[in-house]
């Protein structure tokens, strides 16, 4: 286990490498472009070859990219060009009401999913398992925006339950964050589900649960103690790879809800052309992802330890 996890961190860094270098080379490579952006576009080239000499652009390409890193490292991304502030200020609090949403999204969706996945795959071909499929399908296909606006016209604007934005001004509110995780778990759970559906089946027709029941083990043993188990492996790499979607996938319904989250950020930055903001979003958003790999590779083997990974 612990060589498995040295190699898989040694492979995370390497990708971080590899990644920062070709960022950094795609945006600060044409330094009068970088001091375009942030002097604005009627500076004159004399002011943009003195801002590149007072803040280190002339020095080697390396030395700068070495630089950038290090303070990167340590949480200094620079001034965000939009904002005004550091990018730090704003990139923090962007990700931790990110990670609430993803949270309680993660709290009612695995809880669901996995359950309702092996109530039909327990028993294949029944009513119930018809059921979950098809409610599963239905939820999935039906994106984001649209379900959205779905339920903002229920609970927003026929109800009157719920406000139908989530900019939460006055601090958290249960009634505003309400709508962005219900959306979520609506369109996300459905996927989680058939894929537990689908290991919970194939494993309930493998020979060592046959034996066990015609041994006289109790059917909820069973389940609980055999077949779970193995049935878990194909949802938990689902569910584990649905952290890069809340971290930078989920822009439709933070912007549409107006939530100040990660994925807003990112479009607002992008949008507006801010170098350092989309370069500190960018790393963050790749080290998740390899970090939740990280995370899948380390729970297959405790899942299951007849798999093992070179």
């Known amino acids: 286990m612990l060589i498995l996890a040295a190699r898989r961190f040694i492979s995370m860094a390497l990708i971080m490498v590899v990644i920062s270098f070709t960022l950094f080379a795609i945006f600060e490579t044409d330094k009068l472009a970088v001091a375009g952006k942030v002097l604005g576009p009627y500076s004159s080239t004399e002011q943009r070859e003195l801002w590149l000499e007072n803040n280190g652009y002339n020095e080697p390409f390396f030395e700068r990219y070495v630089s950038w890193v290090g303070n990167a490292l340590v949480g200094d991304f620079g001034d965000s060009i939009q904002f005004k502030v550091p990018v ?39 009513f119930q398992d018809r059921a979950v499929s098809v409610g ?3 939820t999935t296909s039906v994106p984001e925006f649209a379900s959205a606006t779905f339920f903002t016209a229920i609970f927003v604007f ?22 962005p995780v219900f959306v979520l778990v609506m369109y996300g759970f459905g996927y989680t589900t058939r ?44 569910i ?69 990974f070179t």
């Open 88 to 126: 730090s200020e704003i990139l923090w609090p962007r990700l931790a009401n990110t990670a609430i949403l993803a949270g309680l999204y993660m709290a009612f969706m695995i809880p669901l999913s996995l359950t309702l996945g092996v109530i039909a795959g327990m028993k294949e071909g029944s």
């Open 158 to 179: 026929w109800l009157g339950w719920l406000p139908g934005t989530s900019a939460m001004t006055s601090g958290f509110s249960w009634a505003e964050i309400f709508l």
């Open 240 to 308: 584990i790879l649905q952290l890069n979607w809340l971290l930078s996938g989920v822009i439709v319904v933070e912007v549409f809800f107006a939530y100040k989250g990660f994925g807003k950020l990112i479009l607002d930055s992008a949008l507006f052309g801010d170098i350092y903001l989309i370069e500190a979003c960018t790393l963050v958003a790749v080290f998740v992802a390899v970090f939740s790999q990280f995370i899948s590779d380390i729970g297959y083997t405790l899942l299951n330890p007849r798999i093992r």
């Open 195 to 238: 894929m537990t559906r689908a290991s919970m089946a194939e494993v309930m027709t493998s020979h060592y649960i046959r034996t066990a029941v015609l041994k006289g083990i109790p059917y909820r043993r069973v389940i609980m103690k055999h077949a779970l188990r193995n049935a878990l492996i194909a949802p938990f790499t689902v």
């Open 136 to 138: 599963s399908v239905l």
